[in-house]
């Protein structure tokens, strides 16, 4: 079943999250904390994000996880002054935990070589503008172009890209506004199922999220706590519900901290 305010999350969930010792809220970045920019240096937060998440973080009651796929290194900044917050970062490769302690996982030789030739063969195409290597991938931008210009680059990209989907090792994963070449595992599933590898079963928990990257996460946890699609438009998703941003996001986050506080 597919809600968005009309028909709200259930009271029960709220109901356990406000009994509950600790509870855990998993989070995307662009599309569901933030909204789309052309400049992604400049994708930050919708302004009543951050506070909510400290309010949140200050009940002592939560487990906040930010799980995006961009690197830690180019979220970090954007999530200013939040500081106690964990964050799993290129889909679950790079791992930066509440403490500052920084891991990343190991990737196969062959298969990083494979990345830096499809990174060398994006620049000889034209595309090393448009392009970003980043722990365990490779993603080409069109965000903010014309129509044109997006299926130019678009046909380019999958060009070079697409022989490298016979490595069994590899993806080729489209999101909103661009593609990339990544490994296989870990993804946003596993993330979320190593996260949840030391909660209690009965602990409330809520991953939320926007792109088609999030769907392997929202199929991780469905049955294990809720998964919200937030986007402006409805498609179709794992996810048990759908929340339109910012405004019925902010709303959520809201009662997620108001019962913590009850």
Not at 20 to 30: I, Q, R
Not at 61 to 84: E, F, Q, W, Y
Not at 173 to 187: K, N, S, T, Y
Not at 196 to 223: I, K, M
């Given at each position: 079943?597919?809600?968005?305010?009309?028909?709200?999350?259930?009271?029960?969930?709220?109901?356990?999250?406000?009994?509950?010792?600790?509870?855990?809220?998993?989070?995307?970045?662009?599309?569901?904390?933030?909204?789309?920019?052309?400049?992604?240096?400049?994708?930050?937060?919708?302004?009543?994000?951050?506070?909510?998440?400290?309010?949140?973080?200050d009940t002592g009651r939560s487990?906040?996880?930010?799980?995006?796929?961009?690197?830690?290194?180019?979220?970090?900044?954007?999530?200013?002054?939040?500081?106690?917050?964990?964050?799993?970062?290129?889909?679950?490769?790079?791992?930066?935990?509440?403490?500052?302690?920084?891991?990343?996982?190991?990737?196969?030789?062959?298969?990083?070589?494979?990345?830096s030739d499809a990174m060398s063969?994006?620049?000889?195409?034209?595309?090393?503008?448009?392009?970003?290597?980043?722990?365990?991938?490779?993603?080409?931008?069109?965000?903010?172009?014309?129509?044109?210009?997006?299926?130019?680059?678009?046909?380019?990209?999958?060009?070079?890209?697409?022989?490298?989907?016979?490595?069994?090792?590899?993806?080729?994963?489209?999101?909103?506004?661009?593609?990339?070449?990544?490994?296989?595992?870990?993804?946003?599933?596993?993330?979320?199922?190593?996260?949840?590898?030391?909660?209690?079963?009965?602990?409330?928990?809520?991953?939320?999220?926007?792109?088609?990257?999030?769907?392997?996460?929202?199929?991780?946890?469905?049955?294990?706590?809720?998964?919200?699609?937030?986007?402006?438009?409805?498609?179709?998703?794992?996810?048990?519900?759908?929340?339109?941003?910012?405004?019925?996001?902010?709303?959520?986050l809201q009662q997620w901290s108001?019962?913590?506080?009850?």
């Amino acid at each position: 079943m597919h809600l968005s305010s009309e028909n709200p999350i259930p009271a029960t969930f709220f109901d356990a999250l406000r009994a509950a010792s600790t509870s855990v809220l998993l989070l995307d970045y662009d599309g569901t904390l933030a909204p789309f920019q052309t400049e992604r240096s400049r994708a930050y937060p919708y302004p009543e994000v951050v506070p909510l998440l400290e309010g949140i973080l200050d009940t002592g009651r939560s487990r906040i996880v930010i799980v995006t796929g961009r690197s830690i290194a180019d979220v970090r900044p954007l999530l200013n002054p939040l500081r106690a917050v964990e964050i799993w970062g290129s889909h679950g490769i790079e791992h930066l935990s509440v403490d500052g302690i920084y891991s990343q996982s190991e990737i196969p030789a062959e298969t990083a070589a494979s990345l830096s030739d499809a990174m060398s063969r994006l620049t000889a195409a034209g595309l090393a503008d448009s392009a970003e290597a980043k722990p365990g991938g490779v993603a080409v931008h069109w965000r903010g172009l014309s129509t044109d210009g997006t299926k130019e680059i678009y046909t380019r990209a999958h060009k070079c890209l697409r022989p490298f989907m016979q490595h069994p090792g590899l993806k080729l994963l489209e999101f909103d506004g661009g593609v990339e070449l990544r490994v296989a595992h870990p993804h946003k599933g596993d993330a979320v199922t190593a996260i949840l590898s030391g909660c209690p079963p009965q602990t409330p928990v809520a991953y939320l999220g926007d792109d088609h990257t999030d769907e392997a996460a929202f199929r991780a946890l469905n049955f294990r706590g809720i998964t919200i699609l937030v986007r402006s438009e409805y498609r179709r998703t794992n996810a048990q519900f759908w929340l339109h941003p910012p405004h019925e996001l902010i709303h959520f986050l809201q009662q997620w901290s108001d019962c913590l506080r009850a």
